[in-house]
């Protein structure tokens, strides 16, 4: 069997499956060939946004790249062009970014790592969206555009299987002092956010989506996990222990049948 060609819509909850600094042995049986990264539903399936190369300034080569795939969309036709085996689905940005809103056709992930730094967002007159302050109209649009989502790949890519990656934020790090066990949101370590709603609104969106289409999904929520001082990334909502990147990548080969 030839290696299972992966495309990565999400955040590092997924994309850091593909990843040998957490899985070193993964290329064995998958190629990540397409990733959009920490994006909304919502963002993507809006119309494109004009890329203005000398407004998106004051981040790195690899932070311009992410937003400039998400101004002009250019992921989906990218699916179509590389026709991966399999399109891995989480909904990080949905939950924890939300998105600004630039008219009444263009929307853009809320991404204060990223697009914050930017002329173009200083210049920006914002019109923001956030699922936990929008509940009613956040949940509208993004059902709208889910719907969008899954009438493309239908249209598309017909032989292509999509897996939703049901994780949890969490609220527990081990520090480098002594192992011990802290909790994230009133370390300082992060931004706070009450990450039982976040779990509830996730869990919100993972079920809609598996309810109304006929995808399969990776559930990650059964095992308690944790998040660490030492992640490469740092201490996070959804920075995990080792456990996690292996445990995703079982339950993916079990769920396609790889052996």
Not at 26 to 50: A, G, R
Not at 136 to 161: C, H, Q, S
Not at 229 to 251: A, C, I, R
Request: glycine share 4%.
């Amino acid at each position: 069997m030839g290696k299972i060609n992966v495309a990565v819509f999400g955040s590092c909850v997924t994309r850091d499956v593909f990843n040998s600094k957490f899985n070193k042995d993964y290329k064995k049986y998958y190629e990540c060939i397409l990733t959009q990264n920490q994006t909304s539903i919502i963002s993507l399936m809006s119309k494109p946004i004009p890329f203005v190369e000398n407004k998106v300034d004051n981040i790195n080569e690899y932070d311009t790249w992410n937003i400039r795939t998400e101004f002009t969309k250019e992921f989906l036709p990218l699916l179509i062009e590389k026709s991966p085996n399999i399109i891995i689905l989480d909904f990080f940005a949905d939950v924890h970014l939300g998105v600004l809103k630039l008219d009444s056709e263009r929307y853009i992930t809320n991404n204060r790592w990223k697009l914050w730094k930017t002329t173009y967002y200083k210049e920006l007159k914002k019109n923001v969206l956030i699922i936990d302050m929008n509940i009613g109209e956040y949940l509208d649009i993004w059902i709208r555009n889910i719907e969008k989502f899954f009438e493309y790949i239908a249209e598309n890519l017909p032989n292509t299987k999509v897996i939703i990656n049901k994780f949890k934020f969490v609220d527990q790090y081990i520090s480098n002092e002594n192992s011990e066990i802290r909790q994230l949101s009133t370390s300082g370590k992060a931004l706070k956010i009450d990450v039982e709603l976040s779990n509830f609104l996730l869990d919100h969106l993972n079920n809609h989506v598996i309810d109304n289409y006929n995808i399969e999904y990776i559930d990650m929520t059964k095992k308690e996990y944790m998040s660490y001082e030492g992640h490469p990334w740092g201490p996070f909502y959804v920075h995990y222990t080792s456990d996690y990147y292996e445990d995703v990548l079982k339950e993916l080969n079990n769920k396609i049948g790889v052996t």
